[in-house]
């Protein structure tokens, strides 16, 4: 009988023994023995009941099975140490779940302790914006500064354009005549870009960019006030020499103008005039009106310039916080994404030794029979019916077909224990 044709359980050899009168005389298989076996001297037994036969050979080997089990069940000092074994194992888990539940509370504070981080970096921000003082040591809000010296400066930059394209236009191209030789038509021309524009593409660009001239030297009074590297009196040096190179411009500029009105006035005059001179100028108010309404307004505008910029890198100091502390919560919320990793791999260990654990304790309420067992016992006792065979010169190919029974039943049985 082979077993690919004949695949049987325990529970059927009593059906089989029933049915097969050689087997039913096989000696010690209808009553279970609890004294210990020598199974290759039963297999060499059973063999010699039988003839040696491998056709009944899987019936005798599912016989030696269950004996082989019971005799490892009934084995009370065997099945008291795999069950303390087991225990053991429950023990050493529960204690690795201890420890994993400990670093799992340590890994919760740390995760709390960064998600405090986080609350307290928002709160800061908050609070920075609503209080910029904590950066700037200073009371105060640059916003309202800097908006409120943006928005003169930039009337004073429209006024600065009018007046410099204006009076350069009146010293350089303007023609004067009886009628315009007031000092408001002398010197605030509304056609002056336009007649520029009409006289040429040159004059254009010089009425143009004339006034960028003089915000040009007044965004270096900035920038030498500022210089870090720079002493004091080297700074009051370059700021005065801007002053004075802005003051001689608009001298020569009130001149121009000033001598162009004088001139209208002397060509029209019935009596005779001297010719203009630079001590003239500097008695006429008109001069001094010229150079004190670009000047002045000029000086203004350097120092209101100088005071936006300093409002807005206030404001640059302010925003660099914020980002700082923008960047600090991105840090912390990756380490809580990475705590949170490993608490989750905690709960998976946990887990999975929990579901070890109820495997383990299930085996503890049953016997314990291990497939060495079964597999060295049985090999005993297919020595024993090999022996036989050997014993009475049963062919070759009857051998192998026992050896070819016992592999494929231990490959059918594989799956049915566990290690301890």
Known sequence: ????????????????KQQNPIIANCPQTENVQTDSIDFTELGRQQAEAVGGHSNVFHPALLAAHYRIEQQVKQNEILQIQRKADIQSQIEILKTENDNLSNKKSQRNDELKHEERKIDEAKDEISAIRNNPSRILNESGSPVASFVIGLFIIVFLTIYLFVFYSSAAYSAFFKEFNPESIGIATAIFDSQ??????RDGFT?????????????????LIHRFSNDPKASKLSIFGKISALMLV????????AYEITEKIYEVGRNNSFTEMPSFTFS???????????????FVVYIIWGLVFNFVMKEYYKLDRVKVAIEELEKKIKEYK?????????????????????GEIKKLEQRLSGTIVLRTDIELEINNFVNGWLAYMEFKHISENEKSEVVKIKTDYFNTISNQFKPL
């Open 203 to 219: 004059e254009m660009i010089l009425i143009i960019t004339i006034p960028a001239v003089f915000l040009g030297l007044g965004y």
């Open 246 to 253: 802005t003051f001689a411009f608009d001298s020569i500029l």
């Open 334 to 354: 990756l380490t809580c994404k990475e705590i949170k990793r490993k608490i989750g791999d905690l709960d998976t260990m946990i887990y999975k030794n929990n």
């Open 280 to 294: 003239m100028a500097f008695t006429d108010m008109r001069f001094w009106l010229i150079i004190f309404s670009g």
């Open 192 to 197: 002056a870009l336009a007649k520029a524009i």
């Open 1 to 16: 009988m082979k077993l690919k044709n004949n695949i049987m359980t325990i529970k059927d050899l009593f059906t089989i």
